[in-house]
């Protein structure tokens, strides 16, 4: 089964993302970003990322700087959660190399189709279902 981290502070969302996660996929629940750069950098590799903005101790931008400048972290997908709904940072996760950016709240099935089609593309990089 493919392995998820889930980096969010939300205790409500975090039960929520388990929940709808488990079964189909194992989710690893972590609520900060310096937790879950230690737990990779000890060779944990996740078959996706998905991380809050805001997030305590190094936000969900800088963690996705850290991951995409890492060598063996670099290819792992992320998808960046956030309540804020500005262009500006939507333009600026992407840029950094995040596969999607969803708006809290959102809506599970939203979630789902979007880790389904990141694991599509990661599988025929030719696809074009974006």
């Known amino acids: 089964m493919k392995r998820i ?19 189909k996929y194992v989710p690893i629940i972590m609520n900060n970003g310096l937790e879950a750069l230690s737990w990779l950098s000890e060779g944990n590799l ?8 805001n997030i305590p101790t190094l936000n ?15 290819d ?4 960046m959660l956030s309540a804020s709904d500005e262009p500006e940072k939507r333009k600026q996760c992407l ?15 939203l ?9 599509k593309r990661l599988e025929n990089p030719l696809s074009i279902d974006r």
């Open 46 to 53: 996740p078959n996706l990322i998905i991380s809050d903005i």
């Open 5 to 23: 981290l889930i980096i969010e502070d939300d205790e409500p969302l975090c039960w929520l993302l388990e929940k709808i996660l488990s079964g």
């Open 111 to 119: 979630l789902l189709e979007e880790i389904e089609n990141t694991f």
């Open 76 to 79: 792992i997908p992320v998808i």
């Open 60 to 74: 969900g931008i800088e963690l996705l700087e850290n991951v995409r400048t890492s060598g063996i972290l670099r």
């Open 95 to 109: 840029a950094l190399g995040a596969s999607n950016y969803l708006v809290k709240p959102f809506e599970p099935q």
